[in-house]
């Protein structure tokens, strides 16, 4: 673009506010639990309080009688196929004879009132014979345990990989075992939406969620009606991060909706959030490396296994990841990983941001440390050595054919400049522990930690993954005006912001309406695997090309001349003569509707894990700084730096917003993230028990974004929000173990793992 | 029970069971729905609105205790123009799913008002489940840098 050009703000490299920020600043944005209907009523769900158990009877007599009770719905009540999952339909809308986890759906209630709801469910009598419950993973697979489906052993998916020598061997050998304790997304905005039946027999859902089209074909099998019938809105989501891809109470509203005749809302208080989502999988890993004496990595082995909970979710997917990416990013002839996931009566987990390089990066990293230390390495110079670059080969064989600067981004951030070391009386607030004025400084000790790590981005393993952008340009007023309707989910990562500066970049249009996101385009994929941007931003950006060429066809067919552009809002001729305006040419509306693939992937080879699985990979560093208060095993993350290659930042701004929020997730796994499930029990349902980091726990951030343009991606970009959750919490980890001298094999590190 | 609230220079009338919040009677009963409940237990200030000027929490504020005039995210704006800190958080970008950003805005509001000495401890309460954290404390500054250079006019 030349300076002569008229620049409108608000293009691709810009940072534009996000479309809907003035509404969520004035409190008029309206999230899915805000939505009300005049005469609708309110439907909860009762759930089992029990890890496993055979439903012997229900009895809803004494619940019916409850007044302004307008439904009580069982399994029987399902009309279509009581079945839903993302991989498999292995999950019951409402438990069929037998519940697999405590919290699992067992009956519906519609009332006037959500208290009168709640009441009536607290009347419903569930005979349950409980059963044994698998709980342990880990003897999960052993042959006298008991399966968790009766058709079905506890196997969800086994992967492995081979490569190399079989049984290779190496000068200097290290190994650990590592645990991830189980984390949850913690979406402020809880499960909710509005049904509203259309009279003839459909229904409109309103839901937050991050696939509508997914989540629309499952509620149609529950509900036995076509997708004519079954139309999903997104409603205003609350934070995502992976909880939204399963379904909540998407078909339990609609049945109670087509059942009662009414609009129903359903709104779970925060307790039942922690049961009514997946969670992220807690892993089990036992890795070891071989490596020369100079350092370079010999061989890998890895055995990870993954606790699925009660139903499949994403498992399978996450076991791809965990098992294919789960090394690190690094170069390795020789390769042995087992990965699996397993059905236990434990609470559900699925998909959440990482997905499965979350956990094996711990182990990896804190195995590369080890191996550093043992011969004596620089801990980032290992990596840097170790590390990808463009051309080499995964440990599934497939060529890395973009940007992988491993060594560039872990040197990166270990060149950025430190946080001043402590001198002299500290401000406590500034120590660990804070104001509640545990110390004054003694007993607390610095350590620095750091990490690499990558993530895939996009669907693999021969996924269809693709999305559908409708593209119309009309005139409005005189001025020319573009919408652009994706079904794809904005939940708060800046999607829509996005497909406005893709089409202002391509139509020169300065206003961009984005139409509501629903079901009446072509699905949009999944708001998830870092993958919109690319995916979506691939769409909108075929569907404006396609919407130019009609417009500068329709100009030649008018103005009877060849070879027209588009530059601005001016149709121009190859001379650079203005021959008409836009307005001109668009006497009627054009509109393009284009489904746009990623390239595609492939499914890998059953026995040795080889195939070219992803379709994109992104790198991130980073390191910490952490001042551990030794006596008490109190932490204070301070400072958290970080470098990522993004190919290409379209919203920088949003780019680091991504990067800072991701950055804090990984941290809070590291540091105080954790549903501690006790026999298949939740113990700590709540916010007061499970801790997320405020703003006091938010350690300064230096944020280093390379932008090596991906040339297969469209922009060049690279997928942005994952990789921060990945790289952060094991260098959290190692700065943790860097103070203390602790090996810390375990995440979230409690305070008893330093001080005893 | 019947009590009367003022909310936003309102006021209203309400016939309610003593122990409604006062978070349900504004979005349930008065469909002021710009206080957010994330929790319903005062562990996330994603309900936070003011009482007479304090922020409260409303999950953990009966409805039938208010006296004072209440002020919600809605009633911030003045002369169909949005508070200046409202203005900063869009600025700013101090959100990502905006899911907290009421309850922000409030205690923002509040501890821009007091011109307390650490925002950041004074925010603690808000969860802000995306961390937008440092945008939000880049907001409550120009906020504050506003505030004070229309002091300074004054
Ligand atoms: S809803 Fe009131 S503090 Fe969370
Ligand atoms: S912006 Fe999503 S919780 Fe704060």
Sequence with gaps: MTSTETRMAGRLGDSPLRPDGTLKVTGEFAYSSDLWHDDMVWGVTLRSPHPSARIRAIDLTDALRVPGVSAILTAKDVPGENAVGLEHLDTPALADGVVRYQGEPVALVAADHPETARRAAARIVVDYEVLPAVTDPRTALDPDTPWVHADHDNLVRDLRIRRGDPSPTAPVVVSLDFEVGMQDQAFLGPESGLAVPDGEGGVDLYVATQWLHVDQGQVCRVLGLPPEQVRLTLAGVGGAFGGREDLSMHVHACLLALHTGKPVKMSYARDESFFGHVHRHPAWLRYEFGARETGELVYAKADILFDGGAYASSTPAVVGNGGTLGLGPYRIPNVHVDARGVYTNNPTCGAMRGFGCVQAAFAHEALMDELADRIGMDRVEIRALNGMVEGDLTITGQVVDSAAPVAELIRTVRDLPLPAEPAGERDIRELPGGASNTTHGEGVRRGIGYAVTYKNVGFSEGFDDYSTARVRLEVVGGEPVATVHTAAAEVGQGLITIEQQICRTELGVEQVVVHPKDTTVGSGGSTSASRQTYVTGGAVKAACEAVRASVLRRASEALGRAELRLDGEKIVAAGGEVVASLAEVLTDPVEETVEWRHRPTYPIDPETGQGNAHVQYAFSAHRAVVDVDVELGLVKVVALDTAQDVGRALNPDAVVGQIQGGSAQGMGLALMEEIVVQDGIVKNPSFTDYLIPTILDMPPMQVKVLEYADPHAPYGVRGVGEPPTISSGPAVAAAIRAATGKPLRRVPVRPEHITF | ?154
């Design chain 2, 1 to 154: 029970m019947d009590i009367t609230l003022e909310v936003n220079g309102e006021t209203r009338h309400l016939s309610i069971d003593p122990r409604v919040t006062l978070l349900d009677a504004l979005r349930e009963r008065l469909g002021i729905t710009g206080p957010k409940k994330g929790c319903d237990r005062g562990q996330c200030g994603a309900c936070t609105v003011h009482v007479d000027g304090r922020p409260v929490l409303a999950c953990l504020t009966l409805a039938a205790t208010v006296r004072e005039p209440v002020r919600t995210v809605e009633g911030l704006a003045a002369d169909g123009r949005p508070h200046p800190v409202q203005q900063a958080f869009a600025e700013q970008d101090a959100l990502q799913c905006g899911f907290c950003t009421s309850g922000q805005v409030m205690s923002a509001v509040a501890a821009v008002e007091q011109e307390v000495a650490d925002v950041r401890e004074f925010m603690s309460g808000n969860l802000c489940r995306c961390a937008a954290y440092p945008n939000i404390v880049a907001a409550v500054e120009q906020a504050r840098s506003t505030k004070e250079s229309a002091d300074a006019r004054v």
